[in-house]
């Protein structure tokens, strides 16, 4: 019992001590949770103090940014105020001084005006005693008068009236010459604006055909193969085309020379076929000649059709068509004549509509005026007795027919139109660069102006200037009078229209100049 007692004993004591070790276990634990929430408490607000203190640093730099913004916006808008001030007080003083120099100015007009009115005052002063003696000085020369002429004043005043009206007549009869002329000048100068019209609106380019052609060669190796041997390639080339082949030292190319151009643009065709295919012999020649010609009838045919559909001709027959295809071969003075034909077509067609006539008849007539130029060198005959066969046999209308019949004066035109093709053709066949002469023709018809124009009396010199469209004469002043100048300006110009042929009109220009020359010494 006692040991049990005893171990009991022990066994209290020893849960005792295990209960009072755990109780300060338990207890070390405890404040060392504490001072560890302790730490981490304190380090938790210095870390929120810190943070605390950078916002605030922060917010004081934001702080004085914007007030360092605030305060530039401020100096900005100020400088800007100050300078508005600034021009304000420079415009102030610029409108100040110039008050000031008109003030000036003012003032110094006010004095002048003022010196100017005791001057008046002081001529009208003199005027007034110079009027009265002037005034007893025309008594006098009156009565002077009267006795000189024994004539009263009212006889004198009869004759005076007499005289001015005279002069009123004479005046009258000025009057009416000068308004007839200006009438004259004003029709002159509405045909002119109609024909100008017509002009500007139908202007082109033309061409000058010559009677050769050059044939580039691709060597000079070639030219001995165009002969053949003994010549007689090219006899059977000029034989099928009826041109002659020029062939000299000019190097890589030889010449095709004909008086009619399509023959020649025919054997132009051909040698450069001829050349391309490296086949010349005269079965060659004569096949590739007939192709081209066919061809050529074929690009007639075409050349027609685009030309009376850019007139706006329509209704042709076939054949004219064709014939007009011809025209573009066919040169009169140096001058294209379908280029020509569609010119007069164009300028006859606006005339006509300007003056409110058919302008479809004036194109179609002006179109074919000029058609028997495609036939005359192989049809015996003049180029309009042949275009008006050509009307005829296709059937034209009758309008059309006289156009071409009257177009150069041969016959009298019975309608306006064949007046306005006439004058239509004059126009493109006279305007500068149309038509052009050999230079031994050129210098007859000018010298010709010039020998006639000097046949005249009083005629001191004279120039034939502007390719000969216009003549100016110089007189002795002694010798012709104004008037006279006239008068001889009219003579002359008769005398050339007269006995002078020339393309387009001619400008007679009188120059009468009087000089007075002295020493002084």
Not at 461 to 471: T, V
């Given at each position: 019992?006692?040991?049990?007692?005893?171990?009991?004993?022990?066994?209290?004591?020893?849960?005792?001590?295990?209960?009072?070790?755990?109780?300060?276990?338990?207890?070390?634990?405890?404040?060392?949770?504490?001072?560890?929430?302790?730490?981490?408490?304190?380090?938790?607000?210095?870390?929120?103090?810190?943070?605390?203190?950078?916002?605030?640093r922060?917010?004081?730099?934001?702080?004085?940014?914007?007030?360092i913004?605030?305060?530039s916006?401020?100096?900005?808008?100020?400088?800007?105020k100050?300078?508005?001030?600034?021009?304000?007080?420079?415009?102030?003083?610029?409108?100040?001084?110039?008050?000031?120099t008109?003030?000036?100015?003012?003032?110094?007009r006010?004095?002048?005006?003022?010196?100017?009115?005791?001057?008046?005052?002081?001529?009208?002063?003199?005027?007034?005693?110079?009027?009265?003696?002037?005034?007893?000085?025309?008594e006098?020369?009156?009565?002077?008068?009267e006795?000189?002429?024994q004539?009263?004043?009212?006889?004198?005043?009869?004759?005076?009236k007499?005289?001015?009206?005279e002069k009123a007549?004479?005046?009258?009869m000025?009057?009416v010459?000068?308004?007839?002329?200006?009438?004259?000048?004003?029709?002159?100068?509405?045909?002119?604006?109609?024909?100008?019209?017509?002009?500007?609106?139908?202007?082109?380019?033309?061409?000058?055909?010559?009677?050769?052609?050059?044939?580039?060669?691709?060597?000079?190796?070639?030219?001995?193969?165009?002969?053949g041997?003994?010549?007689?390639?090219?006899?059977?080339?000029?034989?099928?085309?009826?041109?002659?082949?020029?062939?000299?030292?000019?190097?890589?190319?030889?010449?095709?020379?004909?008086?009619?151009?399509?023959?020649?643009?025919?054997?132009?065709?051909?040698?450069?076929?001829?050349?391309?295919?490296?086949r010349?012999h005269?079965?060659?020649?004569?096949?590739?000649?007939?192709?081209?010609?066919?061809?050529?009838?074929?690009?007639?045919?075409?050349?027609?059709?685009?030309?009376?559909?850019?007139?706006?001709?329509?209704?042709l027959?076939?054949?004219l068509?064709?014939?007009?295809?011809?025209?573009?071969?066919?040169?009169?003075?140096?001058?294209?004549?379908?280029?020509?034909?569609?010119?007069?077509?164009?300028?006859?067609?606006?005339?006509?509509?300007?003056?409110?006539?058919?302008?479809?008849?004036?194109?179609?007539?002006?179109?074919?005026?000029?058609?028997?130029?495609?036939?005359?060198?192989?049809?015996?005959?003049?180029?309009?007795t042949?275009?008006?066969?050509?009307?005829?046999k296709?059937?034209?209308?009758?309008?059309?027919?006289?156009?071409i019949?009257?177009?150069?004066?041969?016959?009298?035109?019975?309608?306006?139109?064949?007046?306005?093709?006439?004058?239509?053709?004059?126009?493109?066949?006279?305007?500068?660069?149309?038509?052009?002469?050999?230079?031994?023709?050129?210098?007859?018809?000018l010298?010709k102006?010039?020998?006639?124009?000097?046949?005249?009396?009083?005629?001191?010199?004279?120039?034939?200037?502007?390719?000969?469209?216009?003549?100016?004469?110089?007189?002795?002043?002694?010798k012709?009078?104004?008037?006279?100048?006239?008068?001889?300006?009219?003579d002359?110009?008769?005398?050339?229209?007269?006995?002078?042929?020339?393309?387009g009109?001619?400008?007679?220009?009188?120059?009468?100049?009087?000089?007075?020359?002295?020493?002084?010494?």
């Amino acid at each position: 019992m006692d040991n049990l007692g005893f171990i009991a004993v022990l066994i209290a004591l020893g849960l005792i001590s295990v209960f009072l070790l755990g109780w300060f276990v338990g207890k070390q634990l405890e404040r060392g949770r504490s001072l560890r929430a302790k730490r981490d408490a304190d380090r938790t607000v210095a870390d929120a103090q810190r943070e605390a203190e950078a916002m605030f640093r922060e917010k004081m730099l934001e702080l004085k940014d914007e007030q360092i913004r605030l305060r530039s916006e401020q100096e900005a808008e100020l400088r800007h105020k100050l300078d508005e001030i600034a021009r304000s007080e420079r415009s102030l003083r610029d409108r100040e001084a110039n008050m000031r120099t008109r003030v000036e100015a003012m003032d110094r007009r006010g004095k002048e005006l003022d010196k100017l009115q005791q001057q008046l005052a002081q001529n009208e002063k003199v005027i007034t005693e110079k009027q009265a003696i002037i005034d007893s000085l025309v008594e006098e020369h009156k009565a002077a008068l009267e006795r000189i002429s024994q004539m009263t004043q009212e006889d004198a005043l009869k004759e005076l009236k007499n005289q001015l009206l005279e002069k009123a007549k004479e005046e009258t009869m000025e009057m009416v010459k000068e308004m007839r002329d200006r009438a004259r000048q004003q029709a002159n100068r509405e045909a002119r604006e109609v024909i100008v019209s017509a002009i500007q609106r139908t202007a082109v380019d033309h061409s000058v055909e010559t009677t050769v052609s050059t044939v580039s060669l691709p060597n000079d190796e070639i030219k001995g193969r165009i002969i053949g041997r003994e010549g007689r390639n090219i006899r059977a080339f000029e034989q099928a085309t009826g041109v002659d082949i020029i062939v000299d030292d000019t190097p890589e190319a030889v010449i095709v020379s004909a008086f009619d151009p399509l023959r020649r643009e025919i054997a132009r065709r051909a040698l450069e076929k001829l050349m391309s295919d490296g086949r010349i012999h005269p079965a060659r020649i004569e096949e590739v000649s007939k192709k081209c010609e066919k061809e050529m009838d074929e690009e007639l045919v075409e050349v027609g059709e685009s030309s009376s559909m850019e007139v706006g001709v329509v209704g042709l027959h076939p054949e004219l068509i064709k014939l007009l295809g011809r025209l573009k071969f066919r040169t009169s003075y140096g001058q294209n004549c379908l280029q020509h034909s569609i010119e007069v077509a164009h300028l006859a067609g606006l005339m006509a509509s300007q003056l409110g006539l058919d302008s479809k008849a004036a194109k179609r007539a002006g179109l074919l005026h000029d058609i028997g130029k495609a036939i005359d060198r192989t049809t015996e005959g003049t180029h309009v007795t042949l275009g008006v066969d050509l009307a005829k046999k296709y059937r034209e209308p009758r309008i059309v027919q006289n156009a071409i019949a009257s177009h150069h004066g041969d016959t009298e035109a019975n309608s306006l139109i064949g007046v306005l093709v006439q004058a239509a053709d004059a126009i493109s066949g006279s305007r500068p660069g149309a038509r052009r002469e050999t230079l031994e023709a050129y210098i007859q018809r000018l010298e010709k102006l010039e020998e006639l124009t000097n046949s005249f009396p009083g005629v001191q010199k004279c120039f034939a200037i502007q390719a000969g469209r216009e003549i100016r004469v110089i007189v002795e002043p002694e010798k012709v009078t104004d008037a006279q100048a006239e008068v001889l300006a009219h003579d002359i110009a008769g005398r050339i229209q007269d006995e002078m042929e020339y393309p387009g009109q001619i400008r007679v220009t009188v120059v009468r100049e009087f000089r007075a020359v002295e020493l002084a010494k």
